[in-house]
């Protein structure tokens, strides 16, 4: 090299490790002016494009260098990580891979690879290219963060929170890390502890808007959605151009109901990142919240396209097809997303709400029991050292503790007949069902639903969710149909007493009405005004009662002025806490018309004539499978919605049944 070229090299090198890229990049050219095949200076001011971010010229650049010498493995590396942040992972492997067969002993490029094979969806090989740098640095906290990724990716959380920890004791100041932990501690239901690590996090870079961001995403399984969007605001905030962001603030809206501001959050999402997999997923959940459902699902099936590895992807895509009323299309779909990760208990517990709907029993009930495991806001089960209970008779109490909500209970309270009358049976269950569920079983030990929601534990030779009975009693549909039904008796001194407050002096028939469900996630697709009840609050010959718990009175007077049509409220039955006193309300009635709530199982466990109106798609329960009368409750006849947020049709069939009903008493 000649003096001159030297020196300029030299105080290129100088100026690049002061941090002046500038600078060295006009010295680096000048000696390319001397000797246009300068390998050091062609490598190093590729380099210093791509410290800069003009990653593009730099590895334009980088490529010349190697040209000239193309068994340098350091800029093949160099090369690499411009091509892995270009967003081209092929072309970077086949770099790493050149580096690393030229040097096999460094990490770092072991460490790249992987990284390109993660991207590539090729997590078993990228495993290995972590492993490959940790055992050549054992120190190496990125790997182990690394690593921690593949691992929660897997369903393999316990495993990944250790790399986290592993990477944390070896670099506390690693924000990352501590974020990243937060993500698997979300995981396992520890989220007190996700909250710790995505705050000291925070507190690590202040300005850290993935944290915010996966703050916020535990904010909402917590159940509390109006600090999840805070932190999700806050995100955005930081980053504005952070689509990950966008699309949990997002799904933050959907989860208040601000459907409007969901979609355009997705949509912003979508205009950062075109081809935002899961945007596209989460605003087809938000389209079918807001009945746009052919829409939907071309959002889901571009979602697949994109990325046809998601199983998350598949399964939302599952749900659309649900909505959609194709049920064979939406279990092939849960059943793709379960072949691709197997662990997918969201999928598995979607695709068991299928089956039984189609009366496959034996699969339904069997994935069933994954609805614990599914990611499902207030789905975790008891703690409980207690073994399980195998449907077999045994020596001792068996527990079977409740689950779900108060029509849940009475429907599955359906199944305790079908268990052998030899075994010993102890229920948890709501305190307000005791004395009619004591009534109807008096056989079995009663105790108050509180002492089994945080932990089962007792004197009991085995336990389990009362939801579990028919897998583990094997129920099909002739043992289904075979059961003692009805099952509830209301108690005959009150039933006596209500009949005579509401009979009608002039022979009405008496029709108990209800119309909202409580349900917290799917209420809204189970409730309809009272008013849109105004074929039947018209019929002549009917006595109307409510059976609707809640504020109900400015409701009921409203109708009253537009319709001239009167709901009577019982004012000694407190529909609400007062069951015993609502089931002989129901008890007293000559009919009853409601939607999917509690006072449709009530009404079923006692055998009253009643229309249920039920959803259609997701709102719907998995037990009104498209028969009527309903399998489970033989006296209830089954109105089933046509096109979500449209009651119309349930409405006309309810008052044609319930105009039938009167003719048969007049004639």
């Known amino acids: 090299m000649p003096p001159d070229t030297r020196t300029l090299f030299q105080k290129a090198l100088a100026l690049h490790q002061s941090g002046d890229a500038a600078g060295a990049q006009a010295m680096y050219r000048k000696v390319l002016k001397h000797d246009a095949r300068h390998f050091d200076s062609l490598h190093l001011l590729g380099l210093t494009y791509v410290q800069q971010g003009d990653l593009a010229r730099g590895a334009e650049q980088i490529s010349a260098a190697l040209a000239v010498r193309p068994d340098f493995a350091e800029a093949h590396y160099n090369l690499g990580h411009a091509l892995l942040s270009l967003g081209r992972p092929a072309d970077a492997l086949a770099s790493f891979d050149r580096a690393i067969a030229l040097n096999g002993r460094d990490p770092l490029s072991h460490f790249e690879r992987g990284n390109a094979l993660k991207e590539l969806g090729r997590g078993a090989d990228a495993m290995q290219s972590f492993e490959a740098a940790l055992s050549l640095a054992p120190r190496f906290a990125d790997a182990h963060n690394n690593i921690g990724v593949l691992l929660k990716d897997e369903g393999r959380f316990e495993e990944a929170l250790a790399h986290y920890d592993r990477a944390i004791s070896l670099r506390p100041g690693y924000a990352e890390a501590h974020s990243n932990r937060g993500n698997v501690l979300k995981e396992l239901e520890r989220l007190d502890e996700a909250l710790a690590s995505y705050d000291r996090a925070i507190a690590l870079r202040p300005d850290y808007a993935e944290a915010y961001s996966n703050r916020g995403n535990a904010l909402a399984r917590l159940g509390w959605p109006e600090r999840a969007l805070e932190s999700h605001d806050r995100a955005i905030a930081l980053r504005p151009d952070y689509a990950e962001g966008h699309n949990n603030r997002g799904n933050a809206l959907k989860d208040l109901g601000r459907l409007d501001e969901a979609l355009a959050s997705f949509d912003t999402a979508l205009r950062l990142r075109p081809d935002y997999a899961e945007a596209l997923s989460n605003r087809g959940g938000a389209l079918a919240e807001a009945g746009r459902l052919g829409e939907a699902l071309a959002d889901h099936d571009r979602a697949v396209s994109l990325k046809p590895t998601s199983a998350e992807a598949w399964c939302s895509r599952g749900n659309a097809l649900v909505d959609l009323g194709r049920m064979a299309d939406a279990l092939a779909s849960y059943e793709e997303a379960m072949r691709l990760k197997p662990s997918f208990a969201m999928a598995r517990y979607n695709a068991s709400l299928v089956a039984l709907r189609q009366r496959d029993f034996a699969t339904g009930f069997d994935f069933y029991r994954s609805r614990f495991a599914a990611e499902r806001p207030g789905a975790r089960g008891p703690e409980t050292a207690l073994p399980a209970w195998d449907g077999a008779t045994c020596d001792g109490e068996v527990l079977l503790w409740a689950e779900q909500g108060l029509g849940d209970e009475v429907f599955f309270a359906a199944m305790l007949p079908l268990v052998d009358p030899a075994q010993r049976i102890a229920l948890s269950a709501d305190r307000r069902l005791h004395p009619v569920l004591a009534r109807a079983f008096p056989h079995v030990r009663l105790i108050g639903r509180e002492m089994t929601e945080q ?152 055998g009253k004539p009643a229309v249920v109106m039920v959803p259609a798609g997701q709102g719907r329960h998995w037990y009104w499978g498209g028969e009527s009368p309903s399998l489970w409750y033989p006296s209830l006849t089954l109105a089933y919605q046509q096109d979500p947020g449209s009651w119309r049709e349930p409405v006309t069939e309810a008052s044609q049944f319930v105009a039938g009903m009167l003719a048969r008493a007049q004639g």
């Open 455 to 606: 932990r089962v534990e007792g004197p009991f030779a085995a336990q389990a969710p009362v939801g579990d009975l028919g897998f583990l009693l094997k129920l099909d549909a002739a043992r289904i149909a075979r059961r003692r039904s009805p099952y509830f008796t209301a108690d005959q001194a009150r039933r006596a007493a209500l009949q005579a407050a509401n009979a009608s002096a002039t022979g009405e028939l008496v029709c108990g009405v209800a119309w909202r469900s409580g349900n917290k996630k799917l209420g809204h697709h189970r409730s309809v005004a009272l008013a849109d009840f105004a074929p039947l609050l018209q019929l002549p010959g009917l006595r109307f009662v409510n059976l609707q718990y809640g504020q109900v009175e400015e409701e009921i007077a409203a109708v009253a002025a537009r319709l001239g049509s009167t709901v009577h409220i019982a004012r000694d039955v407190d529909v609400f806490n007062d069951i015993e006193g609502l089931l002989a309300l129901i008890d007293a009635c000559d009919v009853v018309f409601t939607t999917d709530n509690v006072t449709a199982h009530l009404a079923g466990a006692l």
